[in-house]
């Protein structure tokens, strides 16, 4: 009803503000993330973890595929936050992590996978 109410409000909008919000929320969990490894996680790391802390918030399930140099695909299943939302947390995540730029697939309303392109700094991974 939330994400409803919201898209009311603010039509188009609301996927740029939810995205934004996503962003918060993935720094909060590569904050999280650390603290359970104890230091700076590598991306598999953090893309493993990810997925375990979206299956015990309840968020759905998602699974994470190395498909070439630098490029990550995302099976989303049965996701239960917003798409924008939880496209803002890979950034945020994979951002810091990498200190360099991400570009994530565009995202459509039955699409349940997210392809991630990363800069040269990922290349090695």
């Known amino acids: 009803e939330f994400e409803k109410s919201f898209r009311n409000m603010y039509y188009t909008a609301a996927d740029v503000i939810l995205f934004y919000a996503g962003k918060g929320v993935g720094q909060a969990i590569l904050e ?5 490894i104890g230091g700076k996680p590598i991306v598999e790391d953090a893309l493993t973890n990810l997925s375990k802390i979206c299956v015990l918030r309840g ?21 239960r936050i917003n798409r924008f939302m939880f496209r803002g947390i890979l950034t945020q995540l994979l951002e810091s992590l990498t200190g360099g730029s991400v570009e994530i697939s565009s995202l459509t309303e039955n699409s349940n996978v997210i392809v991630m392109k990363f800069s040269e700094i990922l290349s090695e991974v």
């Not at 999280?32 to 359970?36: A, D, F, G, Q, S």
């Not at 968020?59 to 996701?79: H, Q, R, T, Y």
């Open 59 to 79: 968020w759905g399930g998602v699974l994470f595929e190395k498909i070439g140099s630098g490029a990550i695909k995302s099976v989303l299943n049965d996701l």
């Open 32 to 36: 999280e993330i650390k603290e359970m």
